[in-house]
Every structure is written in C-alpha cells, then in structure tokens.
T-cell receptor, first 113, second 113 residues
Framework: DAEITQSPRHKITETGRQVTLACHQTWNHNNMFWYRQDLGHGLRLIHYSYGVQDTNKGEVSDGYSVSRSNTEDLPLTLESAASSQTSVYFC????????????FGQGTRLTVV | TQLLEQSPQFLSIQEGENLTVYCNSSSVFSSLQWYRQEPGEGPVLLVTVVTGGEVKKLKRLTFQFGDARKDSSLHITAAQPGDTGLYLCAGSYSGAGSYQLTFGKGTKLSVIP
C-alpha cells in the first residue's frame, strides 16, 4: 500500500544546530507540503513543492528550507534551530489534480532546548 | 491569505447527542475538505465537497458545502466515544496553478460515555 512516512518521530536538539526532518511518500504524488502544528495556531504551511526541483515558501518559512531532488522525498531543514521552532511537523502529499486531497504522515515532534 | 474560521473551538458532549461544527470563510473555495486527527497522528481525510450546496453523508456524519462555497458544516448524529478527536476543515483555492490547502484551527470534540 502507498504511504507517506516521516522520520524521526521524535527529536530533541539544541539551539543553533541544523536539523533535517525526512519525508518519503510512495503515492507518486507531484505535490508535497510541510506544515507545523501549534496550539492556538492550527496547521500552518511552511514550504511546498509541485514537482522535482520546484520549491515555494509558505506562510511561516523563515528559518526553514526544503529541496526536491526526486518525486518521493521532501526533506525539511532547520538552518539554525530556535526554541520558537519547537512544534509538531507534518508532511503531506497530494496528486496535483483537483480537488486537492492531502495524505499526511504521522508527524515529527521536535523539541529545541 | 484565505482564512477559515471554525466553531466551536472545543465541544464536550454526552454519548448519543447530536452536534454541528461550522467552518466559515470570506473567500470562495474551489473545494473544501474535512479531516479528523487523533492524538499523536496526522490528519486523515474524511470527505471532500466541491459543488455549492452539496451534501455528503458518511455513516452518522453529514457534511454540507454552502451555496456560495464559502462555508461548510459537519453534523454528527448520535455521537459515539469513537468520534472523539480534532476535526479540521481545509479549503483549496486553485488559481494560477496553486494547489495549497488552508486549514482552520480545528474543533476538539470529546464524547463522554
């Protein structure tokens, strides 16, 4: 069965370190998204991609970057982790056909200390 | 940025009661999705509505898209403890090749046995 997986599920890192969160999907979807979920804010879009070599900034992109070298993977990098980036991160994918229907990974809980 | 307002934010009811959750926006969406999220998991798609006035039923859940495609409601009949979770609405605004999803902050439902 097709799926979307995130790793790690939990991570603790120190302020200032670079951190990369992995996202891998086997749906062969063109569109991939990264969201963060925080109490009181809901799901907010960080970055998204509509295909290989395509990346775009979302609502809360400062301090984050992504790269898309193949269809399956969209890693999210925190350049220099800050305490404000403590959150639960979700990766999602969608086929690129309307209507947009997203399939989500199980999330990565990141704590920056 | 299209905003989605969900109400109520929290809802605690007894098993067997009926409830309605609302999702409102000032923007017109090309489609709207409802997701359900359980603790420690990613959101899971329940339904997509596309046409203004559309009504879809999923067992005891009834979803309606407003005539103007700016709002939606989720009605649960005879709620069960298994319905407990975070319900999220998300709007898709497709314009100029954009396939992003904008999420509401969610309604946290607790069904007490």
């Amino acid at each position: 069965d097709a799926e979307i997986t995130q790793s790690p599920r939990h991570k603790i890192t120190e302020t200032g370190r670079q951190v990369t969160l992995a996202c891998h999907q086997t749906w062969n979807h063109n569109n991939m998204f990264w969201y963060r979920q925080d109490l009181g804010h809901g799901l907010r879009l960080i970055h998204y991609s509509y295909g290989v070599q395509d990346t775009n900034k979302g609502e809360v992109s400062d301090g984050y970057s992504v790269s898309r070298s193949n269809t399956e993977d969209l890693p999210l990098t925190l350049e220099s982790a800050a305490s404000s980036q403590t959150s639960v991160y979700f990766c999602a994918s969608a086929s690129g056909a309307e209507p947009t229907e997203a399939f989500f990974g199980q999330g990565t809980r990141l704590t920056v200390v | 940025t299209q905003l989605l307002e969900q109400s109520p934010q929290f809802l605690s009811i007894q098993e067997g009661e009926n409830l309605t959750v609302y999702c409102n926006s000032s923007s017109v969406f090309s489609s709207l999705q409802w997701y359900r999220q359980e603790p420690g998991e990613g959101p899971v798609l329940l339904v997509t509505v596309v046409t203004g006035g559309e009504v879809k039923k999923l067992k005891r859940l009834t979803f309606q898209f407003g005539d103007a495609r700016k709002d939606s409601s989720l009605h649960i009949t005879a709620a069960q403890p298994g319905d407990t979770g975070l319900y999220l609405c998300a709007g898709s605004y497709s314009g100029a090749g954009s396939y992003q999803l904008t999420f509401g902050k969610g309604t946290k439902l607790s069904v007490i046995p």
